[in-house]
């Protein structure tokens, strides 16, 4: 593919795109390192699409899918609703065309649309590294928060 900036059709993942959106998901997690059993992508991605709180979205560069991202929603005392960048992924040959950014348009949109009062992304040390993620997002006007993720696991 090109480099030159394209405008994707962004539109939720629907059944008959399902397939290729946990492919979609499995190539992302496969280039990060880390390989969740492709029934567990497809139960989770499943249960996404089914909640009216989540959304999923995929983009297609000529009848192709080349992204997707999905959005979570949560709710509390101190900012309302806000919403949350789970995974963005785009395939390394339709990179640095806009892809992503529209993505995170249509995401954001989405958010807007649902009352949302911000969008957060957490960004790891990996994906810092090796995508330059703050700068990315940085350029969509997200700022850093200043504050720290900490997580408990259930086993």
Not at 29 to 41: D, M, Q, W
Not at 104 to 126: F, L, Y
Request: aromatic content about 10%.
């Amino acid at each position: 593919m090109s480099t030159r900036m394209v405008q994707p059709v962004i539109r939720p993942v629907r059944a008959s795109d399902f397939a290729a959106a946990c492919g979609l998901l499995a190539r992302f997690f496969a280039e990060e390192g880390f390989t969740p059993p492709a029934s567990k992508i497809a139960a989770n991605l499943r249960a996404m699409i089914d909640d009216p709180f989540c959304w999923a979205a995929m983009a297609w560069v000529s009848d192709e899918p080349v992204g997707i991202i999905t959005i979570s929603t949560n709710r509390g005392v101190e900012f309302g609703l806000q919403g949350e960048i789970g995974d963005l992924y785009v395939l390394p040959g339709a990179r640095g065309r806009g892809i992503a950014r529209a993505l995170v348009d249509a995401s954001v949109a989405w958010c807007r649309e649902r009352g949302c009062a911000s969008v957060q992304v957490v960004i790891t040390p990996e994906g810092q590294s090796a995508h330059d993620l703050i700068g990315f997002y940085n350029r969509l006007d997200f700022a850093p928060t200043g504050r720290s993720l900490v997580l408990f696991e259930f086993e």
